[in-house]
């Protein structure tokens, strides 16, 4: 299987997340999704619109929404509408929810109503009429797109979620890690879940998210994305450590991140107040080799070869640096066309 990659866009502001969108098409990105934060970041889809009409070949979308702040049939519209304007390039990444729904003191709605959610919306871009919280719905101008629909993703980072990702949705964005065991684990709960539908692990389009920063100081590397490991700690174990792996000496420490993590600065750089929750060095490394792809151009082409002979090929990356542009540029320009194949 050939390897590909995508970039997550946190939209700080449109004109810098078109411009790094821009960048990453050029640079050889597969895909460019736009985090969702109404909170902190600008808005999803105005921001989508933008990177669509700036952009010829890239896949799109939200990497990722949530099921609480937008009624089906709104985010429906608004997801088709990106795929009218993107000819087609659009996809639908959502999730049980973080900063987007913690900033507004809200809490995730679980499994059943990210499935209920899942099915109302698929419903829709098929262009049908459907139940959802027991009223009927529909989105009547999207059957006009009903022979392209818009593929479903979902981000799952632990057991039950990557097996209702393997069973009701086109693609799934993995967050538990890259490790080769967690790689094993993650690619076995996807297989269960689809084939509670029939299907097989080849039928589900699979994504892995990790950190990305590449340079010569791995201190100064893992420095910089101190906060994207505590935004992991804090949303990829927050239900439960249970079946995911969890080194039991962490098991502590994971749980004072989670305790301390304040949603309001989700992904601040610099010396964030999440950044400073990372301050045990064995944490800190666990985490950086669990969920992270760090170092030299030639180290992380090493690193993705070895979680690709582990069974994932398709990397979402991260990388929420101040030199952004320079690491979009690096990673094209030198570790991709090493791994390709």
Not at 180 to 186: A, G, I, S, Y
Request: contains cysteine; proline residues 4%; charged residues 20%.
């Amino acid at each position: 299987m050939k390897a590909r990659f995508g970039l997550i866009e946190v939209p700080r502001g449109i004109a810098t997340a078109v411009e790094n969108a821009r960048l990453a098409e050029k640079a050889g990105f597969d895909w460019v999704g736009v985090a969702d934060s109404q909170s902190l970041f600008r808005e999803l889809f105005v921001t989508l619109g933008a990177i669509a009409q700036a952009t010829g070949g890239v896949m799109i979308g939200p990497s990722v929404t949530n099921p609480l702040t937008r009624h089906p049939a709104v985010m429906a519209s608004a997801i088709a509408s990106v795929q009218e304007l993107s000819g087609g390039r659009a996809m639908f990444g959502i999730g049980t929810g973080d900063s987007a729904i913690y900033n507004l003191n809200e809490r995730p709605r679980g499994l059943n109503g990210l499935r209920e959610y899942v099915l109302a919306l698929r419903a829709l871009l098929r262009g049908e009429a459907t139940q959802f919280a027991g009223r009927e719905i529909h989105t009547k101008w999207i059957a006009k797109q009903a022979d392209d629909p818009v593929p479903i993703y979902i981000s799952a980072e632990g057991p039950k979620t990557l097996e209702l990702a393997g069973e009701v949705a086109d693609g799934v964005i993995c967050g538990m890690g890259v490790s080769p065991e967690v790689v094993k684990l993650t690619l076995k709960h996807i297989a269960i879940g689809a084939e509670r539908a029939g299907k097989s692990l080849d039928d589900i389009d699979v994504w892995t998210l990790a950190r990305v920063n590449v340079g010569p100081d791995r201190g100064a590397l893992v420095n910089e994305i101190r906060m994207e490991l505590a935004s992991t700690a804090h949303h990829a174990f927050r239900f439960t450590q249970e079946g995911k792996l969890v080194s039991p000496e962490f098991a502590d420490a994971i749980q004072r991140v989670q305790s301390g993590y304040r949603p309001a600065h989700h992904e601040d750089l610099g010396q964030s107040p999440n950044a400073g929750l990372m301050d045990d060095p064995e944490f800190l490394e666990y985490m950086t080799d669990r969920f992270a792809i760090i170092g030299t151009a030639g180290e992380c082409v090493t690193r993705i070869q070895s979680i690709r002979a582990s069974g994932m090929h398709q990397f979402l990356f991260t990388g929420f640096v101040e030199e952004r542009a320079a690491l979009i540029e690096t990673l094209g320009n030198s570790v991709f066309p090493r791994c390709r194949n």
